[in-house]
């Protein structure tokens, strides 16, 4: 399979999509909100700064979280394709992706952008904070996450457009529709 970048606001349902995609198509999944999370558990020094901007519902310096990408690239197996879910959110972010792609003679594949109104989001994650309790899933953040998604992040659609990447898929309400949608993209794909 081909790399896909999911591209979405917070509880636009990249997660979700993902674990379907890569049950369908066998591919591999780098979630950096989950990589953010599992050193936080653990108690790293990465897992301790990461913590400071999560909480305030900001995003982690570029550098670093490109740093922290290109390693878990490289742990997993090559050939298969990964699903990059939060991965870029700035132009930055991009650019250094393209690069550390083309390096070791790879390319973006993909994006496939969900795109679901504000209202829907912010039940999803106050529900979500009821199922998981992210302390991040609290209205004064998710607030905050929503206001750096269209400063920083939501300006990458165009980016991703100029790119010839760029695959939109809107929430009409039901998620097995929005996932045949996906789905039926994908499978020209494989
Ligand atoms: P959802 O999981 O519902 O899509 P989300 O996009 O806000 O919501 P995550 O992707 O799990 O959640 O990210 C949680 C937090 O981790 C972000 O608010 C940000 O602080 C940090 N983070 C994750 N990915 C990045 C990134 N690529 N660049 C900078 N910070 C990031
Ligand atoms: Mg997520």
Redesign the pocket.
């Known amino acids: 399979m081909k790399n896909i970048i999911i591209f ?8 979700t999509y993902s674990d379907e995609i890569v049950n369908r198509y066998g591919m591999g999944h780098i ?4 990589v ?2 599992g050193e936080i558990k653990n108690g790293t020094e990465l897992g301790k700064i ?1 913590q400071g ?2 909480d305030n ?4 310096p ?1 550098e670093l ?1 490109i740093n922290i ?1 290109a390693k878990t690239y490289d742990e997993l197996p090559a050939g298969k394709g990964v699903i990059f ?6 132009i930055a ?1 991009a650019e250094a992706l393209k690069v550390m792609l083309a390096e070791r003679g790879h390319d973006m594949g993909i994006m496939v952008e969900l795109v679901v109104d504000e209202e829907t989001l912010m039940a999803r ?1 106050l529900n ?1 904070a009821i199922e998981q309790g992210r302390a ?1 899933d609290n209205e004064e953040t998710i607030k905050k ?1 929503f206001a ?1 998604y269209h400063s920083q992040t939501a300006p990458l659609s165009e980016w991703f457009e100029k790119e010839g990447m760029r695959n939109v898929f809107t929430w009409k309400g039901d998620k097995d529709l929005m996932l045949s949608e996906i789905f039926a993209l994908l499978d020209t794909l494989k």
């Open positions: 979405g606001a917070p509880g636009s349902g990249k997660g979630s950096t909100g989950d953010l999370r990461a901007y999560i519902g900001q995003l982690i570029d979280m990408l879910d939060g991965f870029p959110r700035t972010q994650l979500r991040d996450r750096v």
